[in-house]
């Protein structure tokens, strides 16, 4: 072990787990998710438009969805995690 890197008390231990984890709710899925939808798998599972629509119509619905999903979560979670969890 490290010394310098122990956290004697667990509940600061959360704290700095939370404190670290806080600004990559966002951030992270941002990043992936575009790169995700790039699989027809992906995309094939995120449209709800016609079939004969282009696998670059899926790729933009895809990644506008996730996105939309990713905000939506994040401003319930904060809204969660102030009004209660504060």
């Given at each position: 072990?490290?010394?310098?890197?122990?956290?004697?008390?667990?509940?600061?231990?959360?704290?700095?787990?939370?404190?670290?984890?806080?600004?990559?709710?966002?951030?992270?899925?941002?990043?992936?998710?575009?790169?995700?939808?790039?699989?027809?798998?992906?995309?094939?599972?995120?449209?709800?438009?016609?079939?004969?629509?282009?696998?670059?119509?899926?790729?933009?619905?895809?990644?506008?969805?996730?996105?939309?999903?990713?905000?939506?979560?994040?401003f319930?979670?904060?809204?969660?995690y102030?009004?209660?969890?504060?």
């Open positions: 072990k490290l010394p310098f890197f122990r956290v004697d008390d667990r509940t600061d231990f959360d704290a700095l787990r939370i404190a670290a984890a806080f600004p990559n709710i966002v951030a992270l899925p941002i990043l992936i998710f575009p790169t995700l939808c790039e699989f027809p798998v992906v995309y094939n599972a995120f449209y709800e438009g016609p079939n004969e629509s282009t696998d670059g119509e899926k790729y933009k619905s895809c990644v506008d969805e996730s996105n939309a999903m990713i905000f939506v979560y994040f319930a979670w904060n809204l969660l102030w009004i209660i969890g504060y």
